[in-house]
Nanobody
């Protein structure tokens, strides 16, 4: 089975930055997509960013475009979500997710992903 571990969440002030990390554990093969999602209390889980590791194509939600950047580490077993200009509205539990599917019609849909990290809390205060 595939295991993902996400980390890097913290409490920061408005305008601050954080880098979240998603790392693979034991798995076989390469992911088709790696995505980042968030869920605030009372809200549905929403996709914020995704990357197709082979082609390096990236996808972003309108709410984070221009502020967040998803990337792959040099080891190809680690992915990052760089979050800049953080706002209180970004407060949520953030999850990384992955799928072996090589083609996704909706890369930012939670239903597109099979494997999930445990979540890491990001809190942005004004």
């Amino acid at each position: 089975e595939v295991q993902l571990v996400d980390s890097g969440g913290a409490s920061v002030q408005t305008g601050g930055s954080l880098r979240l990390t998603c790392a693979t554990s034991s798995y076989l093969g390469s992911f088709g997509y790696v995505g980042w999602f968030r869920q605030a209390p009372g809200n549905e889980r929403e996709g914020v960013a995704a990357i197709q590791p082979v082609g390096r194509m990236t996808y972003y939600s309108d709410s984070v475009k221009g502020r967040f950047t998803v990337s792959q580490g040099s080891a190809e077993t680690t992915w990052y979500l760089q979050m800049n200009s953080l706002k209180p509205e970004d407060t949520a539990v953030y999850y990384c997710a992955a799928t072996f599917a090589w083609s996704l019609a909706t890369p930012l849909s939670p239903d597109s992903y099979r494997y999930w990290g445990q979540g890491t809390q990001v809190t942005v205060s004004s």
